[in-house]
């Protein structure tokens, strides 16, 4: 830490140093004069110099791309936009002129221009991070409700490409209410001509953009003739960039086949390349028996997909610990609708009455899709099917809308 | 051949904290034209790194959307240490609501300008905020303040 310290001081101190008036020994080559004048950030010697080049050799574009960079360092943006808009007009594919168009652009305050040469940068090079970058910080500083939903999608699509960032900052939603209400039902057709089951909930989280995102839950799930009613709720907390915690309660007061309470506490990070870690403890009490829950997922995100694989290991106090697998895949066909499949197997620990646990084999598939029809409502749907060893195979549609306030 | 810029006498010093590299040079080239002498940092730590282990300087140059340490937290940390937490902060920002030019300034921020700017009101904001910066350090306590230096 010491020495990293020093070094940091050290290259301050270099850039301090660089603050002075330079006083620089130039040589007789020309390019290497070029080069260590603006290593130097001795930008008027820098242009001379350039200019002198580009007397001798007048088709160098490189050169004069340069000097319009240069220019622009020194806070001449009309001499800088002149030279951009020359290399621009001669090589319309050269990414590296496009984008220092758009720099240029946007630091005269023209951003409309700016943003569209920017779109046509990021054509030629999806991948060139920094005008990404830039893009983004043209996005916040407009006004528009309109800018302001195309930076969220920018965060959001920038957030799957470049999961490490360090430019990339949540962006509080000013077009949005912090506040978004999701409702839903389920219907479950079970085997062996049993009874339905059926179940509704209403669910109230925040949005703010802020660190901190919390939700409340309200649900009635009925099971053959018998009803429980849960109502819970939690937050997660965004600790770092990296790091994501959370937590969450729920309680049935009339309980009589789902737990009396639980609770879960988790723990998430983002790794390089797309990868993310959560670890989660979920604990279960019935009227005799706890269970334990400890469930561990990790997920990969590779262009518009998502994929990840959860195991969860359940601990009924008194008997054997059972375990599950899951794995799932997600589709963001784009910035309003996204699909996902999930096929789970294992055993799992699942109370069937009053103080009982059935632990059971289990296997199922499970299909999700959801779908905004403007920024405010949102369709979600799913359905499965899910086998409970031998007791029972249970088919199961649903659906929600979301409505954010 | 040896060329540069006329010299100039700094006769203070800046801290720019600026994440965009381009924006940084423009920022570094301004301010020594102008007579500072500069102190650069690229992110929020560094930012941080240099408040710990250096002297106060006369004027910060400070961007609010930057890595690893935003810039609100950066004038909340700035106003709670001793020898800097006079230090006029001149915010630099992209962000133009209202919302956030008032937390900056709640928070402690001497001044507010969005981008894009014009770099000739920058430079008077930032002379501005040390004129008045020096006239509070000589109403109270010339001493107290060279002393820590």
């Known amino acids: 830490m010491i020495s990293c310290r020093r070094f940091i001081i050290a290259a301050l101190c270099i850039v301090a140093l660089a603050g002075a008036p330079p006083s620089v020994s130039y040589g007789t080559d020309l390019t290497a004069d070029i080069d260590l004048a603006i290593s130097q950030r001795d930008f008027v010697t820098a242009v001379a110099l350039l200019d002198e080049h580009l007397v001798e050799q007048p088709d160098d574009d490189n050169k004069r791309f340069k000097r319009a960079q240069v220019l622009g360092w020194m806070g001449e943006y009309s001499l800088a936009r002149d030279g951009f808009d020359g290399l621009v007009k001669k090589h319309p594919d050269n990414v590296d002129y496009v984008f220092g168009r758009a720099r240029i652009l946007g630091l005269q305050g023209n951003d409309a221009e700016a943003l569209t040469e920017l779109r046509r940068a990021r054509a030629l090079a999806p991948d060139y991070e920094a005008i990404w970058q830039l893009q983004f910080q043209l996005l916040s500083r407009q006004k528009s409700a309109d800018a302001k939903l195309k930076l969220n999608a920018l965060y959001l699509e920038a957030e799957r490409k470049f999961p490490q960032a360090g430019w990339l900052i949540k962006p509080r939603d000013q077009t949005r209410s912090d506040w978004t209400i999701l409702a839903g039902l389920t219907f479950e057709q079970l085997s062996r001509d049993l009874p339905g089951w059926n179940r509704q909930f209403l669910e109230v989280s925040s949005d703010s953009g802020d660190r901190v995102r919390y939700f409340f839950r309200a649900s009635r799930y009925e099971r053959f003739d018998r009803s429980d009613s849960t109502i819970g709720g939690g937050a997660d907390w965004q600790l770092t960039r990296n790091w994501l915690a959370g937590f969450d309660a729920n309680i049935s007061p009339d309980a009589s086949f789902q737990a009396n309470n639980e609770y879960s506490l988790h723990a998430g990070r983002k790794f390089a390349k797309n990868w993310v870690a959560d670890l989660r403890y979920r604990r279960r009490n019935y009227d005799t028996a706890t269970v334990d829950f400890y469930i561990a997922t990790t997920e990969y995100y590779f262009g518009n997909f998502r994929a990840a694989y959860t195991l969860g290991l359940a601990d009924l106090r008194g008997a054997k610990v059972s375990a599950g697998h899951t794995i799932t895949l997600n589709w963001y066909r784009n910035d309003r609708t996204a699909f996902g499949v999930s096929l789970s197997s294992g055993n799992e620990a699942e109370a069937i009455d009053a103080g009982q646990v059935l632990v059971t084999s289990v296997r199922g598939i499970a299909l999700t899709g959801r779908h905004a029809l403007n920024d405010r409502i949102g369709l979600h749907g799913w359905l499965g099917i899910h086998e409970q060893g031998d007791f029972y195979r249970r088919q199961y549609a649903g659906m929600a809308v979301s409505i954010r306030l | ?149």
Request: glycine residues 6%; without cysteine.
């Open chain 2, 1 to 149: 051949m040896t060329t540069g810029d006329p010299a100039q006498i700094a006769t203070h010093r800046a801290l720019v904290v600026e994440d965009d590299e381009h924006i940084g040079y423009l920022l570094d080239f301004m301010l020594r034209r102008a007579g500072y002498d500069v102190l650069l940092a690229g992110n929020g730590r560094d930012a941080q790194s240099v408040i710990e282990n250096v002297p106060p300087v006369d004027v910060i140059l400070l961007d609010l959307m930057l890595p690893y340490v935003s810039g609100y937290q950066l004038i909340e940390e700035i106003r709670e240490i001793h020898d800097w937490q006079h230090v006029p902060i001149v915010v630099l920002s992209a962000k133009v609501l209202e919302q956030d030019v008032v937390r900056a300034l709640d928070l402690g921020a001497t001044d507010y300008v969005t981008k894009p700017f014009r770099p000739q009101e920058l430079l008077a904001r930032l002379r501005r905020a040390v004129t008045d910066h020096e006239a509070f350090v000589g109403q109270h306590g010339q001493n107290r303040v060279a002393a820590l230096r």
